[in-house]
């Protein structure tokens, strides 16, 4: 959703400087803006699928201007309420032109552009979806985008090149911390283990400049203790807190950036306050890994590898920035198709790259072993909370979880019952179309569930908008390959990892400390719409 902002737009274009363009969905960051001169205005309504066209009360359209190529919505009334204006670029195959086309719509709805020679081609439909959405102008200011464009593998590689060049006292140390997720589409894409790919990533990082590889699997271990403690607590003062439940899953930025800005104050008591494994991870490199390597937390340059381009958006949060030495917990993120990218501007293929030891210094594996964590691609928060609860809450050994599938695979629950007493009710909502129906429910006060895993991508983070795409196969076996590859990875519990143990001990002062709330727990914020104009309808 490239977007061009010029003076020439209609009024109810958002105030920006003239000639301005900025990416408002970052699944389009690498990919320039389509500009067409040679189509004229119309409207969309009738281009657009249900619920989108529906939504529109007459002002979308396709604008006259240097930048027509882009569809514009205005006056969306959509459940996600975009506060400025919905876009998204719309390749049209045809070189551009001075004069502008005449565009026919046809008996049966289509569109057909007539061109000056008469001749008439008919125009594809426009399509946005729900994740086109995401964070798009409700979701994204114009400052968060510039922050954005900071965080790109070309950022990555300039900062690389430049602590080579600079003076011994002036270098920093590069850290690389790398998702599961990532690692597991990378090993799909080149057909290698897990473990292959991880030694040889390292490796070839190591190549590029980066003195550190470690995996974010670690620091989820933190999240997922955090996060069962946590549902514990509120679970036994719902009685006197009406927002203790049900406790909405926290991990995934995207829903955090659409909870925050679309409905705000009501939304934001329900989501859980534990930090994300990303930077969960950012507190351990700039806290406790700069302590031991007798470094200020600005002398480290931590990079993550995560499956979400919202993971830009959550690094460049401010509850994630040390003000004393005006550095970020995480300072880049770069996306797994990213990292492919990076493979071939360097022209090197990662199945040649010879492997390499793993650093683990933040796991308790050795590098002939990497470990995961049961529960599905997302993290396995529902899982773990929902296993910790029942033994804590009610003394209930649970070994295995039967899901059953409501709608769709996306929207499943688990219930656990004694003598046809329902003790816990938990769900996974993952896509906007479930986590909208989620919200109506908690509106209504219609919501059965003590705790819901939110995820904002269908199918979960394995499915992430940064993740691989391979072309000439559906992205339904793609995914499965991937799925795969993650769970053939031994599981740990996060409970009985002694790194983790000592950790809180020796790092953090005990699980209950001061010091253990900031390095673990955030705040979220209710963001003010600026146009009220565009405030969600329910």
């Not at 529906?54 to 027509?68: H, K, Q, R, T």
């Not at 086309?101 to 439909?125: M, P």
């Not at 429910?441 to 394995?462: F, N, Q």
């Not at 793609?478 to 053939?488: A, N, P, R, T």
Request: with cysteine.
């Amino acid at each position: 959703m490239c977007v061009s902002y010029d003076k020439d737009l209609s009024s109810k274009a958002i105030n920006k400087p003239n000639g301005t363009s900025f990416c408002l969905y970052p699944e389009y960051h690498d990919r320039a803006p389509y500009h067409d001169s040679s189509v004229a205005f119309t409207t969309v309504s009738q281009l657009l699928p249900l619920p989108l066209a529906a939504a529109l009360d007459g002002g979308g359209a396709v604008m006259a201007s240097p930048f027509s190529g882009v569809l514009q919505l205005t006056d969306l009334d959509d459940y996600i309420g975009p506060s400025q204006e919905c876009i998204k670029p719309v390749k049209v195959e045809k070189k551009p032109g001075k004069a502008a086309a005449k565009i026919r719509i046809e008996a049966d709805g289509s569109y057909v552009q007539i061109t000056q020679d008469g001749e008439a081609q008919k125009l594809e439909k426009a399509k946005i979806t729900l994740n086109d959405c995401l964070a798009c102008s409700g979701c994204i200011t114009s400052a968060e985008s510039v922050l954005i464009t900071q965080q790109s593998h070309e950022e990555f590689s300039k900062t690389l090149a430049f602590n080579k060049a600079a003076a011994p006292n002036e270098q920093k140390l590069v850290v690389v911390s790398v998702s599961p997720q990532s690692r597991a589409s990378l090993a799909a894409k080149c057909k290698m283990s897990i473990l292959e790919t991880a030694k040889k990533l390292t490796a070839f990082l190591k190549s590029q400049g980066v003195h550190y590889v470690f995996d974010t699997t670690f620091s989820r271990n933190f999240s997922l203790l955090e996060s069962q403690k946590e549902f514990v607590k509120r679970f036994r003062r719902q009685s006197e807190d009406k927002k203790a439940l049900p406790m909405l899953a926290s991990a995934c930025p995207g829903w955090i950036c659409y909870a925050e800005k679309t409905h705000g104050s009501f939304i934001i008591p329900y989501i859980s306050t534990t930090k994300s494994p990303q930077q969960i991870m950012g507190s351990l490199i700039k806290g406790y890994f700069a302590e031991q390597q007798h470094l200020t937390p600005n002398k480290i340059y931590h990079v993550t590898v995560m499956p979400c381009y919202d993971k830009k958006l959550e690094a460049s949060r401010p509850d994630f920035f040390n003000q004393e030495y005006q550095t970020r917990d995480v300072d880049c993120v770069i996306t797994t198709g990213e990292v492919l990218k990076l493979l071939e501007q360097e022209r090197v293929s990662l199945s040649d790259v010879d492997p390499a030891p793993l650093d683990t210094m933040f796991s308790s594996a050795t590098e002939e072993e990497l470990t995961g964590h049961s529960g599905g691609g997302s993290g396995g928060y529902l899982e773990h909370i929902y296993k910790y609860a029942a033994k804590e809450l009610f003394g209930i050994e649970v070994d295995t979880i039967q899901y059953r599938p409501l709608k769709n695979k996306d929207f499943q629950e688990v219930t656990l019952e004694k003598d046809g007493v329902v003790l816990l009710h938990f769900a996974l909502a993952y896509g906007f179309r479930n986590i909208q129906n989620l919200v109506q429910k908690l509106k209504r006060g219609k919501s059965p569930y003590h705790y819901i895993e939110v995820m904002a991508c269908p199918s979960g983070c394995l499915n992430g908008g940064g993740q691989i795409k391979v072309e000439g196969e559906s992205s339904k076996d793609w995914l499965q390959q991937v799925e795969k590859l993650y769970e053939s990875l031994k599981t740990e519990v996060p409970e009985e990892n002694r790194t983790v143990t000592a950790l809180y001990d020796q790092w953090l002062g005990g699980t209950e400390s001061e010091k253990t709330g900031k390095a673990l727990h955030t705040e979220y914020h209710a963001v003010e719409k600026a146009n009220a104009g565009f405030n969600i309808k329910w």
